[in-house]
């Protein structure tokens, strides 16, 4: 079973960055794909930033897309989501989720998940 905790959400204005955090459980976190997902009120969970086990690969939506930027350190079982020129529709519930030695492209078939942290952006 792994666990997840998400840190570092808040409240920013327009423009504004946030680093969001989540720590892993997992004794092998190395050999788990990394993703961020989040959920804005009224709206289905979306894929926000993946990064692949082994060779850290990264794949972005195109709304996050150079503007956000996912990374790991597995000696901290931790994978951030710097998040730059933010924008209020970035406002949302975001969620970390791992699978194990997952595709980094494929979106679906998460095993686990946070509890989630808000960002919220105001205009």
């Known amino acids: 079973q792994v666990q997840l905790v998400e840190s570092g959400g808040g409240l920013v204005q327009t423009g504004g960055s946030l680093r969001l955090s989540c720590r892993a459980s997992?004794?092998?976190?190395?050999?788990?794909?990394m993703s961020w997902f989040r959920q804005a009120p009224g709206k289905e969970r979306e894929f926000v930033a993946a990064?692949?086990?082994?060779?850290?690969?990264?794949y972005y939506a195109d709304s996050v897309k150079g503007r956000f930027t996912i990374s790991r350190e597995n000696a901290k079982n931790t994978v951030y989501l710097q998040m730059n020129s933010l924008k209020p529709e970035d406002t949302a519930l975001y969620y970390c989720?791992?699978?194990?030695?997952?595709?980094?492209?494929?979106?679906?078939?998460?095993?686990?998940w946070g509890q989630g942290t808000q960002v919220s952006v105001s205009s």
């Open positions: 997992a004794p092998t976190f190395s050999m788990y794909t």
């Open positions: 989720a791992a699978k194990y030695r997952g595709h980094v492209y494929y979106t679906e078939g998460y095993d686990y």
């Open positions: 990064i692949s086990w082994l060779v850290g690969s990264t």
